[in-house]
């Protein structure tokens, strides 16, 4: 069943408190809930049913205004409780029965090695008891836990603690209050053995917030990390937004069993233990800063997603795309600004580009769904981040900022919509963005050709842009966007010119903020003594694909760009060019060599002071594979990796003795710190080894490796070094990952980088190394960290063998899919995505992909989740 945005209605009742207990046993739990109702004044119907959701559950009692209901006033099938001849006002008491040990879907309530936990987001409060599971029905909960106090002695929810009280008998009991009304997906519960690391945050107002992050005895150890990062999104949310935290407690719950990153549950946020534990000697720098974003992210989410929720689903982007965009914005004043925005361009180019051009395109804000858990897509995320971006660009950070004080001064306590942060956005500013809107609504990524003119009389200079998106599902025809330009233009010596429009006065030299509106539009520029050289898209001001531009203008860009980032991309379309053409020329049988003087330009960049060290690791080196293979009409597997790999060979020979001194430049072995500067050192070091690895017989490089694979006292030089011996046939590497997988074996997140790792090898036998890894005694589809760390990173990290010819990387991921579709329907759709890649394949691979996705949508019992993914792949 299709769910559509177009049939949105009011709810026919309200909710305003819901009273929830829970008795928590080995076989099983009892939940009781008491809800206060009214019928919603806003809605015409007067004897309208109330229809309640739910799940899996086992009703065991009912009662109306404490009088039990007889059985000819409702009715239950397997997805509602339905209760007629309701008055205006009453309160609904529901006993349900629910099996959290034997919840292998992790949603609802669940156990995760021995604790109970929930995850709600977005329905999975339907699975713990009957309830209007939307979210704009915004109630006040309380909740009282009871458990076995040995086995759980720690019990959580959201608000407040109002009680604990030891029962006897070995059991106990806690009550929490939460006084901010909030939607079914926000509610959480904990009940386990944890140990919590306390710490305290005193806001701008001067309250003291208690912060505590549980986790399982030894795992303590790691939180320190998340702990700061906590503090720092703290204060960086009260400077930057004005928003401050509105409890006196805020928790947050590591689990190793869980779907996703975290989650933002009112005051006691859940999260995966890879986004929050984090040590050097376990986590490389990249888990560090993912720890840091992802605390940010979730701890955002208060405001931008709690405070103000969405009215329904499809309004997701409303608090994802948001927070996502302020969670970039807070790492970027973190750590290194243009790395940083690197970073995200990369991950949006690598993920979302290739979503938006497939079969389940869709706009941030889709207009339908089957399964409302497969559209937590990265573009309601990353894409929808942009799309926040780019009202910031356009309407520049001041007008932004009374945007989103109007939009709190609107809409604070209430279930929001798209549209209403766009309205606040346009009042605050007085800026027009009725075109811009078009963003929510189009999916597919719009590819933009720019040509130049320059007219020497006049001294003018002239760039004329067109855009145009192509068709994608359900959207043949596509409209002009509202893009903004960001422009700079450079003189000969690569220094910023003023853009200054036809007619303008003399602005600044600098970047300009353009807005490109039409299909065809042409920007005139006066007041140049020469041609200049355009900088186009600074910052990368929209989520477009550019066209290729001319060698010469790259390369002057590479070496002169004042926007960094601009500098990184014109670095990577110039290697991209390059690629290609060898790419072309190796199907052709023809002799291929990478361009000396792109090798000379990357030697140039590896010691220029001027540069810190990781925009150095970032711009020398080469775009990836997935990314190349996004850039062809039909895509050359076997060409692309062959190729790229002998072009990093053409480097490493090349600069192989400055390679080496900026290794040892960068060996730091002062103490441990994650500041950018010593991130940046060893980002630079590592990116230099990774050439040197591929120097086969130069002892002295494979010494270094094999050095710092054994020895080296941070998981991020390790697993650097392990990443140079995935890839290469020596003696030595069965032994050093042995003894990896010894030293590890009992660290669940850094096994799960030794799953990773031999998942994304390019060496032969690699997809029978994989199957027979399925077999080893530490693997399980049912941990979705584990289970990610081997298939999905064969399917995302390893084009090479997830795409050969012969098709067995295909029946492989099928095979797992069909694993997990019972189990855990929600992981099963995700790591199925890349099986709907095929149209840009050749007809071999594309019928064997399509085969597999026959088969799947052929096995029997198909999840919600698994079809809808499959069945929009196939079509
Ligand atoms: N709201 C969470 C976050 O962005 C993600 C939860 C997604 N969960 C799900 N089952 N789809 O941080
Ligand atoms: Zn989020």
Redesign the pocket.
Known sequence: RTIRLADYRLPDFLIDAVDLAFDLREDGATVTSRLTMRRNPATSDPAAPLVLDGQDLKLTGIALDGEALGANRYTVDAEHLTVTDLPGVFTLDITTEIAPQQNTTM?GLYTSGGNFCT?C??E?FRHITYYLDRPDILARYTTTIVADKAKYPVLLSNGNPVETTDLGGGRHRAKWEDPFPKPSYLFALVAGDLVAVEDSFTTRSGRDIALKIFTRRGDHTKVDHAMRALKASMAWDEQVYGFEYDLDLFMIVAVSDF??????NKGLNIFNTALVLASRETATDGDFQRVES?VA??YF?NWT?NRITCRDWFQLSLK?GL?VFRDQEFSGDMNSRPVQRITDVRRLRAIQFPEDGGPIAHPIRPESYIE??NF?TPTV?EKGAEVIRMIHTLIGPERYRKGMDLYVARHDGQAATCENFVAAMEDASGTDLKLFRRWYSQAGTPEIVVEDSWDDAAGRYSLTLRQSTGPTPGQPDKQPLHIPFALGLLDAQGRDLPVRLAGEAAPAAGTRVLSLTAAEQRFDFDGLAARPVPSLFRGFSAPIKLAPQPRDRLAFLFAHDSDPFNRWEAGQQLATQLLLEGVAARKAGQDWRLDAEFVAAIGRLLDDPALDAAFIAEATALPGESFLADQMRVIDVEGIHAVREAARLAVATALRDRLLAVYRANDDHGPFDVSAAAVGKRALKNAALSYLGLLRDDAEATALVLAQARGAQTMTDVLAALTVLRDRDIPERAQVLQDFYDRWQDEPLVIDKWFALQATSSLPGTLDAIRALTRHPAFTLRNPNRARALISSLAMGNPLHFHAADGAGYAFLADQVLALNAANP?LAARILVPLGRWQRHDPGRQAAMQAQLDRILAAPDLSRDVYEIAAKSRA
């Open positions: 949603q995850q987001e977005a999975g779907n996703m990153g975290a989650m933002e992802v992210h979730e989410h997603g994802e927070t409302i858990n937590y995320y929600q």
